[in-house]
């Protein structure tokens, strides 16, 4: 028998805490039994079960030790080959422009003023949801709005998209749902009767970058006219509308001490509009100062939380398997206004980059095998990397406790 190349140990307030992130199962273990474990794994883990017999068999029939002759590699990449290789949902994401009515600093992408997606793109793209319907394993169809600000020019280039999916979604039966990224500045009646009157509520993402004032030195329209207090009664309308809205707060060591006055705004809202939204911290990536703040994170959530407010902060996912990246997945693509296609947004969307492009037919044609590299990279000449990419982990998935004496 073998110690799971998938278990961790890790300090857990007065305990230890063991985890197997392939079982997704952690026990809890008085110090003076991980000890033991430790000495006997070091030893060899099969002498446990002289030193504590139903600690080990316990072990064994949760698969934190397992038989010699299981190839632990195998294991998960059969797990990704079925979550990757799923034919059963398909995310489309669509990018109508890159142009956008801000100019964040951190923001990645290149902004084009004259980006907008044409009728014959449009087309293109209604030729391929048309394609991606008809197959007959699909279960779910998620289509997603993107950018730059995807309202930019919303009529022109988003409705007659969404005119198309839905029908065609209602004629081969398929469960969907329609998403925005979207700054939310734009957000208006019409646009919420639209979907009101399709009888469809999407879901969005809209961004924060801290309270008030300090939102406004990011998001502005000009130096004196900020953004912060229209996106928070656009969020309002979404979620009384009974549309779920992920409030991602971007946080920086400067702007988040009062974020959580965020959660006063929102605090006046019937219970039912409050239960549409996450409030949602994430620190901007490029902030990467050696800190504490995490400890003013955790004060405003629980600040916001006593609102009546659903609020958490993100912090890394363990999940990297089962909760893999939409990219990863082989029914996964990115359309940009400009017919190129990609597999993942966090791109600068130059053609240059592209993985493929959407022909007129509305096929989509990858380039340079770049979808099959994509879906083969996970397994190359370092496979032993997926074990540890499996192997970290995080207590927000545990389905399954123990504690052991
Ligand atoms: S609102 Fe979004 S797309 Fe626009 S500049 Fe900011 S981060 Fe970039």
Same mark, same amino acid.
């Given at each position: 028998m073998k110690y799971s190349q998938f278990n961790s140990i890790i300090p857990y307030g007065d305990k230890f805490a063991l985890y197997n992130t392939f079982e997704r199962k952690v026990i809890f273990l008085e110090p003076k039994l991980k000890d033991i474990l430790v000495e006997e794994k070091q030893k060899g883990i099969g002498n446990l079960i002289n030193v504590h017999p139903d600690f080990y068999k316990y072990l064994v029939e949760n698969n934190f030790i397992v038989n010699d002759n299981i190839n632990e590699l195998e294991k998960i990449k059969k797990l990704v080959y079925e979550i990757d290789e799923s034919r059963k949902k398909y995310d489309l994401t669509i990018?109508?422009?890159?142009?956008?009515n801000f100019r964040c600093w951190y923001c990645y992408e290149t902004h084009i003023k004259q980006s907008k997606m044409d009728t014959n793109i449009v087309n293109r793209v209604n030729k391929l949801i048309q394609k991606i319907a008809?197959?007959?394993?699909?279960k779910e169809f998620t289509l997603g709005f993107f950018g730059?600000?995807?309202?930019?020019y919303f009529e022109k280039n988003v409705i007659p998209i969404i005119d198309e999916f839905i029908p065609v979604m209602n004629k081969f039966n398929k469960k969907f749902d329609i998403g925005f990224t979207t700054n939310? #500045?734009?957000?208006n009646d019409k646009f919420i009767d639209y979907f009101n009157k399709k009888q469809v509520k999407p879901h969005f993402q809209i961004t924060l970058d801290g309270y008030g004032e300090n939102h406004d030195k990011v998001r502005f329209i000009t130096q004196t006219k900020g953004s912060y207090f229209t996106i928070i009664n656009n969020i309002k309308k979404l979620a009384e509308n009974g549309m779920f809205v992920r409030v991602r707060i971007n946080y920086t060591d400067e702007n988040l001490?009062?974020?959580?006055k965020i959660g006063n705004d929102f605090s006046i809202m019937e219970n039912f509009a409050k239960q549409n939204l996450l409030i949602d911290f994430h620190r901007?990536?490029?902030?990467?100062?050696?800190?504490?703040i995490n400890i003013v994170v955790d004060r405003n959530v629980e600040l916001i939380r006593k609102k009546g407010l659903i609020a958490k902060s993100s912090s890394?996912?363990?999940?990297?398997?089962?909760?893999?990246? #939409?990219?990863?997945?082989?029914?996964s693509a990115v359309i940009n206004y400009n017919g190129d296609v990609f597999k993942?947004?966090?791109?600068?969307?130059k053609t240059e980059h592209r993985e493929g492009f959407l022909d007129e037919n509305g096929n989509i044609i990858w380039e340079n095998n770049s979808l099959e590299r994509r879906m083969n990279a996970k397994f190359g000449?370092?496979?032993?990397c997926m074990v540890n990419y499996f192997h970290k982990f995080r207590f927000?998935?545990?389905i399954f406790q123990y504690t052991f004496q």
């Open positions: 990018n109508p422009t890159i142009n956008c008809q197959n007959k394993e699909l730059g600000e995807p309202l930019l939310g #500045y734009l957000i001490e009062d974020t959580y901007v990536w490029q902030n990467t100062k050696i800190d504490d890394y996912n363990p999940e990297t398997v089962r909760g893999s990246c #939409y990219a990863d997945k082989r029914n993942c947004t966090a791109r600068d969307f000449s370092v496979s032993n927000c998935n545990k």
